[in-house]
């Protein structure tokens, strides 16, 4: 499970493979959230819940987690299930709603360093999300309008609220809806690189969090960074599968 | 006649009403604060040493110890604060005076500093100022004059608003101390804040005075040491408690503090003749450094550390609020005056680690203070604690970072403010980091 601060992530893994995945809205109550997305997550693995060997938690509500007896931090899952995937994984950024991060790691998977953004939300999903609502567009379309730009304006995102204000103002000046888009990804880009940076970028560098379905914020990314990062399917589960990968070496170890 | 009230320069008038008011709401959650705090700690290790109950009645500022100065004032003794300890609390002691550090560790106090100086300045600035306004801080407040030393740039401008108060001796620090005037620089600021303490206290700085008072150090310097020591193996003391042990040392009278500590250290290594561990031997060992941790809100940081989950253990730090406070000894070769200034001289800035300091190698003398104890107490991972506003320790983190990579110990840079609000993301953060230390074990 991953309890993150907009949803309740779960994985199933059987012989170390995907079976089934499940989601909810964490709300106030994520203990209820995390049931509902676990329940989701068996019925689409075709199990009860009684077939669980160990359940295993991440994210920023991991303590409120129902089934779990233990947790893992987020980027040791970050870490975890990036080099499930894409063995080569050294970097793993992971940007969610409310945080962003990066996570540095060695070839077992295990994460030697990390740093995460700093307690500000202009580096993380909810600012996408609210200037998604100054411009007027749907969320999901806001990346493929910015790709559709040949150039960004210029915005100063340096917080969530002047930012908002910022592209009001472009608004008014008639700047087209693309290249305030684009500037809005570029921003937000520009701080999550400028954080990898503080860290090194070491191929090969993957990108997850519900942020990487994003193809307007993977294009600024690949653009700032000048790699091409790599997004896994479902790379809003990868906590999750961290977690339950976690999961499976405890439960060799003898750990429930 | 009526006597017209100086007019202050910085800090605006508050009504006393509101001082009052202020003062007692304040109050009254730091007291819940230090309460809180004991009883963690006392969680912490239930085994906890008789010796520390002394070391909790002094931790209460408001309290035992500030009762107790009271007392000696109103016998015509004079306190002298200071905010750095480069101050020479030797000279203090030798003038019969008081020395007590200020620097303020009050959260709640730092939003009203906010009054008088920007957000943008460092919140240890901002709450002394905070709780000068309001007259929160008991040692603050005893100080007959303060001892303002020009480190950083807050620093050097903090003594301009506290003079609005109090007489402000100010201490000028030569930023390259390894050349050859840096000294004698320094050796002149010295003999100019003794005369200046002189005639203060009306008391003279006399030969065996002052060889008194660095005796007296010397022997507080030994069982610091002691304790020290006993910090290397596996662990018989939390950080916290070592912690507190060291940072009573800046108001406590200094030959009971030093009886004290001598008898703690007989208690722990008693403890560590029994194996008797406060906490198992494979918990991930940890040292702090960065800007100074003052009691009581700023156990923000130790307090997540050994309460984690994985647990950490602070075996040693490198903060002005901890063991630089007495790491050095004041060492004299002769005992004429001049002889003693300058070992005090000596002592207070050469063997300084401050990030205010430079070199034609930077401030190689803080990255090696961290390396010699990441070795001599099997450190396992630092953490590098920046609270906003702390310029030169932002600053230095590359260089030790990339210092510390080359020899394998992993580092986090955690910056955070004067403020409890940031303690679930902290806590997030530390625990990834403790879990990065004891990772092994999962694998």
């Given at each position: 499970m991953d309890l993150g601060t907009q949803k309740v992530k779960a994985v199933v893994l059987k012989d170390n493979m995907v079976v089934g995945r499940g989601q909810a809205y964490s709300g106030f109550d994520p203990t209820s959230a995390a049931k509902a997305a676990v329940n989701a997550s068996l019925k689409q693995a075709n199990?009860?819940?009684?077939?669980?060997?160990c359940f295993v938690a991440t994210g920023s509500?991991?303590?409120?987690?129902?089934?779990?007896k233990s947790t893992v931090s987020m980027m040791g899952a970050d870490a975890k299930a990036a080099t499930y995937r894409f063995?080569?994984?050294?970097t793993i950024i992971d940007v969610g709603a409310e945080e962003a991060r990066a996570v540095k790691c060695d070839e077992r998977g295990v994460m030697t360093d990390f740093v995460v953004n700093?307690?500000?939300?202009?580096?993380?999903g909810t600012f996408i999300e609210a200037m998604a609502r100054a411009l007027e567009v749907k969320l999901e379309e806001m990346g493929p309008l910015s790709l559709k730009a040949e150039r960004a304006s210029q915005i100063n995102a340096s917080c969530v609220i002047f930012g908002e204000s910022d592209v009001v103002s472009l608004i008014h000046r008639q700047e087209p809806k693309a290249e305030i888009a684009r500037a809005i990804f570029d921003a937000m880009a520009d701080r999550i690189s400028s954080m990898v940076h503080r860290l090194g970028v070491n191929p090969e560098v993957i990108l997850v969090g519900g942020?990487?379905?994003d193809p307007g914020f993977v294009s600024s990314l690949n653009r700032k960074l000048s790699v091409k990062v790599l997004v896994p399917e479902y790379p809003d589960f990868n906590g999750a599968l961290g977690a339950a990968l976690t999961a499976v070496n405890r439960c060799k170890g003898g750990q429930k | 006649m009526t006597i017209e009230k100086p007019e202050r320069k910085y800090t605006p008038e508050i009504s006393a009403k509101e001082i009052q008011e202020l003062r007692k709401t304040i109050r009254s959650s730091s007291e819940k604060v230090i309460a809180d705090n004991i009883a963690r700690m006392k969680k912490a290790d239930p085994?906890?040493?008789?010796?520390m109950l002394y070391f909790d009645e002094i931790a209460d500022l408001f309290g035992k110890r500030q009762q107790e100065i009271e007392a000696e004032k109103a016998k015509g003794k004079k306190v002298i604060g200071y905010?750095?300890?480069?101050?020479?609390?030797e000279l203090i002691l030798a003038a019969d005076a008081i020395p007590v550090r200020v620097n303020s560790g009050w959260f709640d106090a730092a939003k009203l500093g906010d009054r008088v100086v920007p957000?943008?300045?460092c919140p240890v600035l901002r709450s002394t100022i905070g709780a000068k306004m309001i007259e929160l801080s008991p040692f603050l407040e005893q100080s007959d004059a303060l001892i303002s030393i020009l480190t950083c740039d807050g620093m050097t401008k903090f003594g301009d608003i506290m003079s609005d108060y109090k007489p402000v001796w100010r201490m000028s620090v030569?930023?390259?101390?390894?050349?050859?005037h840096s000294m004698r620089f320094w050796y002149d600021e010295i003999k100019l804040i003794k005369n200046q303490i002189e005639k203060f206290t009306g008391n003279k700085i006399t030969k065996g005075k002052l060889k008194e008072a660095i005796l007296e150090t010397q022997r507080a310097t030994r069982a610091f040491r002691r304790l020290q020591e006993l910090?290397?193996?596996?662990?018989?003391?939390t950080g916290r408690d070592a912690m507190l042990v060291n940072q009573t040392y800046l108001w406590d009278d200094k030959k009971r503090w030093t009886e004290k500590v001598e008898a703690l250290c007989k208690e722990l290594e008693n403890r560590a003749q029994r194996h008797?561990?406060?906490?198992?031997?494979?918990t991930p060992r940890v040292m702090l450094t960065g800007t100074p941790m003052f009691w009581p809100d700023s156990w923000k940081l130790p307090n997540l550390v050994e309460e984690a989950n994985p647990k950490g253990i602070i075996v040693a730090d490198e903060l002005c609020s901890g063991?630089?406070?007495?790491?050095?000894p004041v060492g004299v070769?002769?005992?004429?005056i001049d002889d003693m200034l300058n070992a005090i001289g000596q002592r207070h800035l050469m063997a300084s680690t401050c990030p205010c300091f430079t070199s034609e190698d930077g401030n190689q003398d803080r990255l090696n203070w961290l390396l010699n104890k990441i070795k001599e107490n099997n450190v396992q991972g630092v953490i590098y604690y920046v609270i906003r506003g702390c310029i030169l320790y932002a600053m230095e983190y590359t260089r030790i970072k990339k210092a510390l990579d080359k020899i394998n110990i992993p580092v986090y840079y955690l910056d955070t403010e004067?403020?409890?609000?940031?303690v679930g993301q902290m806590k997030t953060r530390v625990e990834a980091f403790l879990e990065m230390l004891s990772v092994q074990v999962d694998i």
């Open positions: 199990a009860q819940l009684t077939d669980v060997a509500s991991m303590e409120l987690a129902p089934y779990a063995p080569k994984a050294r700093e307690r500000c939300a202009a580096g993380a942020v990487a379905k | 085994k906890r040493p008789y010796s905010t750095c300890l480069f101050a020479p609390t957000v943008e300045v030569p930023r390259i101390k390894d050349e050859s910090r290397k193996g596996s662990p018989v003391i008797d561990w406060v906490c198992p031997p494979d063991e630089r406070i007495l790491n050095d070769d002769e005992w004429t004067y403020t409890r609000e940031d």
